[in-house]
């Protein structure tokens, strides 16, 4: 399967770095594709949230899927249901579904329709401006 692809997004602050702003891509979802949240475990920080917009007339799921760069991704994949409108899904276990290039894949269930997009807070220590 080719799983279509999106990224984690981050956000940027301003000048004082006391507010934060996200300008949000959402990607559709296509559920023959399912999708790749590329390099989502990059910031280490549990801060990733995946954020599915349902906009089906009834409930769904998404599975996340083990990964298999860690022993817990034994534990398996996980099925997550989605309520109509939107959710926010925060994992915890992050290597149990970890590939080894940093990515996640998730499938979603026959008949889903909506759009997905994936958040972050950056993590690591910034450039100091000269």
């Given amino acids: 399967m080719t799983r279509d692809s999106i990224s984690v997004q981050y956000p940027c602050l301003e000048h004082t770095e006391s507010v934060a702003n996200i300008g949000i891509t959402k990607q559709a979802v296509t559920v023959a594709n399912g999708i790749t949240i590329e390099d989502a475990f990059s910031n280490k920080n549990n801060s990733l949230f995946i954020m599915i917009d349902n906009s089906g007339e009834a ?48 499938d979603f269930a026959a008949g889903f329709t909506g759009y997905i997009y994936a958040i972050a807070k950056w993590a690591g220590i910034r450039e100091v401006a000269e």
Avoid: W, Y
């Fill in 59 to 106: 409930k769904s799921s998404m599975t996340v899927k083990a990964g298999n760069a860690f022993p817990n991704a034994m534990l398996g994949d996980i099925t997550i249901e989605l309520p109509v409108g939107t959710a926010a899904i925060q994992l915890q276990d992050l290597s149990r579904f970890e590939k080894s290039d940093g990515s996640i894949d998730l």
